[in-house]
Nanobody
Framework: QVQLVESGGGLVQAGESLRLACAAS????????MGWYRQAPEKQRELVAT???????SYTDSVKGRFTISRDDAKNTVYLQMNSLKPEDTAVYYC?????????????????WGQGTQVTVSS
């Protein structure tokens, strides 16, 4: 099992910055993709940014140029630097991680989620 703990959320004004961090613990050997999803009220959870163990990065279009994902594998931690925040970035941000190994029943990587951290951007 892998445990993910997020930190760094909060309340900021539009145009300000926040940095989220997510530390993984437990069976961290073999982690592949780490990243961030978010869910705003009455909306589906959406991908924000992910980074694979080989360095491949993906961002959702709405955050490109404003958010930067990075990871420190020595610390099993993934970060999300969020600049020029907008009210529409308000959401609960969830840390995500998956593994190189595949579940033999679902044929998918093992997936883990954090508890979420609230980010609120006021106008």
């Amino acid at each position: 099992q892998v445990q993910l703990v997020e930190s760094g959320g909060g309340l900021v004004q539009a145009g300000e910055s926040l940095r989220l961090a997510c530390a993984a613990s437990g069976r961290t050997f073999g982690l592949d993709v780490m990243g961030w999803y978010r869910q705003a009220p009455e909306k589906q959870r959406e991908l924000v940014a992910t980074m694979s163990s080989t360095g491949n990065i993906s961002y959702t279009d709405s955050v490109k140029g404003r958010f930067t994902i990075s990871r420190d594998d020595a610390k099993n931690t993934v970060y999300l630097q969020m600049n020029s925040l907008k009210p529409e970035d308000t959401a609960v941000y969830y840390c995500y991680a998956d593994t190189w190994s595949v579940n033999r029943v679902t044929l998918r990587p093992y997936e883990y989620w954090g508890q979420g951290t609230q980010v609120t951007v006021s106008s």
